[in-house]
T-cell receptor, first 112, second 113 residues
Framework: DAGVIQSPRHEVTEMGQEVTLRCKPISGHDYLFWYRQTMMRGLELLIYFNNNVPIDDSGMPEDRFSAKMPNASFSTLKIQPSEPRDSAVYFC??????????FGPGTRLTVL | AQSVTQPDIHITVSEGASLELRCNYSYGATPYLFWYVQSPGQGLQLLLKYFSGDTLVQGIKGFEAEFKRSQSSFNLRKPSVHWSDAAEYFCAVGGTSYGKLTFGQGTILTVHP
């Protein structure tokens, strides 16, 4: 299996621009998670889906952030408009039931 | 609510020395416990997990962890550390009743030659 796939791996954008991060979970996994990691705040859970339905978005910082999962093999995390404080590494992870959670390689976002 | 505490933010050991990283959890039922490792610039990789059964679990790269219910702990150990073990280590707790894992703040391991 190719594992969790994230794109792009690096994104540099200017403040105010829209940013879309993409994730392809492992086939057959019914949970998908979006995390953000920074030096100051560590690893934060932003939102997670079960069977493509958002279950808990309490970690989404504000309305500028939105996430979708239109089907079992694809999810997006969108930031509009982006701000410098959004600079972080964003991880996607997936798992099947309560079993092991597998992480993607991450997207390093820099907002200038 | 579930929570995880990793008391040590940063640990330094010499190559060849033994290692123990501490993890304490709070969970209302039988927990599922995990240790992940993150090398610089990389994603999180699973080292080992405990779901049930034998309380001493073996993982990859020579790591092991022991689940102690009475102490609410799941400490990670390695008898002899290698320079390549330098990384950040995360403990996490979850279970069948909750969809999400709760991660600790992480412990950064530095290995001196």
């Amino acid at each position: 299996d190719a594992g969790v796939i994230q794109s792009p791996r690096h994104e540099v954008t200017e403040m105010g621009q829209e940013v879309t991060l993409r994730c392809k979970p492992i086939s057959g996994h019914d949970y998908l998670f979006w995390y953000r990691q920074t030096m100051m705040r560590g690893l934060e859970l932003l939102i997670y889906f079960n069977n493509n339905v958002p279950i808990d978005d309490s970690g989404m910082p504000e309305d500028r952030f939105s996430a979708k999962m239109p089907n079992a093999s694809f999810s997006t995390l969108k930031i509009q408009p982006s701000e410098p404080r959004d600079s972080a590494v964003y991880f996607c992870a997936s798992r099947q039931g309560p079993d092991t959670q597998y992480f993607g390689p991450g997207t390093r976002l820099t907002v200038l | 609510a579930q929570s995880v505490t990793q008391p040590d933010i940063h640990i330094t050991v010499s190559e060849g020395a033994s290692l123990e990283l501490r993890c304490n959890y709070s969970y209302g039922a039988t927990p599922y416990l995990f240790w992940y490792v993150q090398s610089p610039g990389q994603g999180l990789q699973l080292l080992l997990k405990y779901f049930s059964g034998d309380t001493l679990v073996q993982g990859i790269k020579g790591f092991e962890a022991e689940f102690k219910r009475s102490q609410s702990s799941f400490n990670l150990r390695k008898p002899s550390v290698h320079w390549s073990d330098a990384a950040e280590y995360f403990c996490a707790v979850g279970g069948t009743s909750y969809g999400k894992l709760t991660f600790g703040q992480g412990t950064i391991l530095t290995v001196h030659p």
